[in-house]
């Protein structure tokens, strides 16, 4: 089913960009370099079968993603930290190889809204 | 309201979360509506950004490295104290479970993950209502406590004047027992005690309606007039004519004094008691245990007109060590758990199984200790018991003059009454008003006031109504001797009673002739020893006290008319300062 | 604590009951109930049937009463009172102020 949803939804980004004007390109910035911290630091806490971290990591990163519209991205937070809560975190290797996929098309989009936008000029 | 005025132009808003993009989106849309804000990206940086900013309003992410929210908002809510600074959890936590600890962890209402911009604009207009409502609660809170605190320093300045006025009393004196919250004159409840010049005790117990000031502000007079008339040696009844007539005065409609007020007099063994609204006072006789009931026949002072009050208060005969009660009415209608009333049964109980009198006071009062439902004492009840038992009688009077100068006048007075006078003026107050202008004599007017009294009553009772001093010998001879009386003075006609007072000047002092000079038939005193300390039929004429306060007692003419001579002298400490 | 005031058919008449505890908090309906009548009322009944506690002042409310209809030349009746609310009004010796029955 995460197949299926977009990995960005152009909507809420439109809507965040009237939020954030002139700091937008800086949000997209700071999101792309958090989740690369938390892709990769989610990886670490899965080869250590740390529950606790693999958790705290999810949810923190579930919030972010739903935040910027990456449904899909944030669904698989959702269902790892789900998995990292009932100390099944072994159980997620699939899932979390899904995540840094999705997550990669993601950060695709997102460089192409940045270099786009940044070439518009400044109201 | 008051709270809306105070509202800072910019309400700070504290916003913690770890996660960046979270945290710059909701500053920015916090922003958008005009508001500062303090990021924190955890639960510690959180709490120490609270105290140093003091925000109005937290948005706490619930899950934080360091410290989490739960945590977070409980230090906040402990660092806010009675200010409430609300707190928002931000969460993409959906189960009750979690939800439910973000409640108790103190926080006020949650926003979920994704953020939408106007649920957010919505909880943060809600949060600042209740916190401007709050506001306003504190501050009137806070009013109130402040007009309290006012009220009560305003009763501690009135309190102090009272006592000033009433301070020459002597409640404390050693055969005067009582119950009495120190602040009872602002629940109405009032208790004077004072020494006429002859030493006899004058009490009174009284209980204003209302509470607080009105009640404190009938105090005073009352207590102003006690002491200023009870000082000069006026009678009980014209004390209490003169109350009345105040407080009818100064008082509104529907205020007024339940009192009741005694007077001791040590020579004659008779208390004298007017009750006017108080609860039965009691006489216990501490030889046989009887307990008499003396119920209110008046009504309370403040209300009846000056022309309509009548005084006729109860003489009793007494012994000495007799114990006398008053209380107000606020030790009957003391309830108990079940909000059963004390009553008057239970205050009688404890005098008819007292077994030793001089425990009676403490019985009372433990009896009531033991029914009452609370630990408070009751603010609003009184308990007074007098021993009939002298006490340093002219002590208080004569301590408190003091003469400046020693000199000594030459002086003559008269003073004539005539029938309508003696019926219902009392000339001793002016007599011993006149004598204390004497320097010298003033100090002494304790002894003078007695002499007086001896001889102007001998004069009334014996010389002009011409009653036996024998008939009070016996207890019924007693009441009737004070019932002829009162009606052979209404039927007096052409009598008259004469006073001259004559001062000489002497070495050092003075000389305080007395004559009176009654109107009746008079009696044959030449057969009498008048110098003999006897009893023999004319002891009710207080003859061996006159001797032994006077130089000489001199009967003239048909016996209507007798002298006495007073010498006095300053005292050493007197002459030195005058010297 | 309710109170009722009924004048009577002729107009001259009002009667004023007093239900439950009868003490300060009657203060402002007991004025009311005689301040707001608007016939020339000669005679006034309080009824204390219903009366479980009178106070000291509900005693001034009483005195207030009189004061309003005309001091001395008042004519007011207490009536349908209980031993307890009697007790009270003996110990004032109201009974010279008012006809109690």
Known sequence: MVSNMPHLDYTMLDELKEIMDDEFLALLRAFLSDSDTRVKSLRVAYDAGDHDNARAIAHSFKGSSGNMGAAALSQLCTEIEQLAKDGRTLDAGTLIGELEGEYKSVATEIMGVISSDAKLPKK | ?579 | MTIWASQSEAGDALTIKVQGRFDFSAHQEFRDAYEKSQEPTQQYIVDLKDTTYLDSSALGMLLLLRDHAGGDTASIDIVNCNSDVKKILTISNFEQLFAIK
């Open chain 2, 1 to 579: 309201m008051d709270g809306l005025e105070e509202r800072p132009a910019k309400l700070n808003i504290l916003i913690a979360d770890d996660n960046p993009t979270d945290r710059m989106i909701l500053s920015r849309i916090v922003q958008s509506e005009g508001l500062s804000v303090i990021e924190a990206a955890n639960g510690l940086e959180a709490v120490e950004a609270f105290k140093k900013h003091r925000p109005d309003l937290v948005l706490l992410d619930a899950l934080m490295p360091e410290m989490d929210g739960f945590d977070a908002a409980k230090h906040i809510k402990q660092l806010s104290a009675d200010d409430l600074v609300p707190v928002i959890f931000l969460t993409s936590l959906t189960d009750a479970d979690s939800l439910a600890r973000c409640l108790n962890a103190g926080g006020d209402d949650f926003l979920t993950k994704p953020y939408n911009r106007i649920v957010l604009k919505a909880k943060i207009a809600a949060m600042t209502r209740l916190r401007n409502l709050n506001k306003t609660v504190l501050a009137q809170r806070d009013r109130i406590s402040g007009y309290n605190k006012h009220l009560l320093r305003e009763q501690e300045v009135a309190k102090c004047v009272f006592d000033n006025i009433a301070h020459p009393g002597c409640v404390d004196a050693p055969n005067i027992t009582y119950i009495l919250s120190p602040m009872a004159v602002f629940n109405g409840d009032l208790l004077l005690a004072a020494r006429s010049p002859s030493g006899n005790l004058l009490v009174f117990l009284g209980d204003f309606t209302g509470h607080g000031l009105p009640a404190a502000i009938g105090a005073m007079p009352v207590a102003e007039i006690f002491y200023g008339m009870s000082l000069k040696g006026f009678a009980m009844s014209e004390i209490l004519k003169e109350i009345n007539r105040k407080l009818v005065q100064i008082l509104p409609a529907g205020v007024f004094c339940c009192g009741c007020m005694a007077h001791f007099d040590y020579r004659k063994n008779v208390i004298s008691v007017w009750n006017g609204g108080l609860p039965d006072a009691i006489l216990y006789r501490s030889d046989s245990g009887e307990v008499e009931q003396l119920p209110s026949f008046n009504l309370p002072l403040g209300i009846l007109k000056p022309d309509q009050f009548k005084v006729a208060p109860k003489e009793l005969e007494c012994a000495e060590g007799d114990q006398f009660y008053m209380c107000s009415d606020g030790i009957l209608e003391e309830e108990n758990i079940e909000g059963e009333m004390y009553g008057e049964q239970r205050f009688l109980d404890v005098f008819k199984n007292n077994t030793d009198p001089s425990l009676i006071f403490s019985e009372q009062k433990s009896a009531l200790d033991a029914f009452r439902s609370t630990d408070d004492q009751g603010d609003d009840h009184s308990l007074v018991e007098i021993i009939f038992r002298q006490e340093d009688a002219h002590e208080t009077a004569q301590t408190s003059v003091i003469a400046t100068e020693s000199i000594s006048r030459d002086w003559r007075f008269s003073y004539e009454l005539r029938s309508e006078t003696l019926r219902s003026f009392n000339p001793l107050p002016l007599l011993t008003h006149i004598i204390r202008e004497e320097p010298g004599l003033s100090a002494k007017s304790g002894e003078l006031y007695t002499i007086l009294a001896e001889l102007y009553y001998n004069a009334l009772d014996h010389g002009v109504l011409g009653l036996n001093s024998q008939m009070k010998a016996s207890s019924d001879g007693f009441a009737e001797y004070y019932r002829l009386k009162e009606k052979r003075l209404l039927s007096l006609d052409g009598a008259s009673v004469a006073i001259t007072l004559d001062h000489i000047p002497k070495d050092n002092g003075g000389r305080l002739t007395i004559q009176v000079e009654d109107s009746g038939k008079g009696f044959n005193y030449k057969n009498i020893d008048v110098g003999l300390e006897s009893n023999s039929g004319y002891s009710g004429r207080g003859i061996p006290l006159l001797h032994k306060l006077c130089e000489r007692l001199q009967y003239h003419g048909k016996g209507n008319v007798v002298s006495v001579d007073y010498l006095w002298e300053y005292t050493n400490k007197l002459l030195t300062k005058a010297g």
